[in-house]
């Protein structure tokens, strides 16, 4: 997704992924925008000669995590119909 959005970048970074020791505990939770403006910069420090990527984003938080599924289906599994063709429940028929 990012690589679109972030040409002049693609030979330097490839692919990117959030870890969770630089994002807490709960890293599923982490939700970006489909249109997410990426920006990078140079870093400093212990990332000295490294370039970053930073977006904005989100976290979902529940109460009792502990006690929730980590993932969950958005709606109906799709089912095979008799002729062998997968339908969603929502699909129409």
């Keep these: 997704m990012f690589l679109k959005n ?3 970048i693609a030979n330097v ?8 020791a630089d994002n807490v505990e709960s890293l599923h939770n982490l939700l970006l925008p489909a249109d997410a403006p990426f920006t990078t910069f140079e870093g400093k420090g212990l990332f000295s000669h490294k370039i970053l990527i930073q977006t904005p984003g989100s976290r979902y938080e529940q109460s009792n995590p502990e006690q929730q599924p980590l993932w ?3 709606g109906a599994p799709a089912a095979p119909t008799s ?6 429940a929502s699909s129409p028929r």
């Design 6 to 8: 972030l040409p002049e």
């Design 13 to 20: 970074i490839k692919p990117y992924c959030m870890e969770q």
């Design 72 to 74: 969950h289906y958005d």
């Design 83 to 88: 002729t062998g063709e997968l339908k969603n």
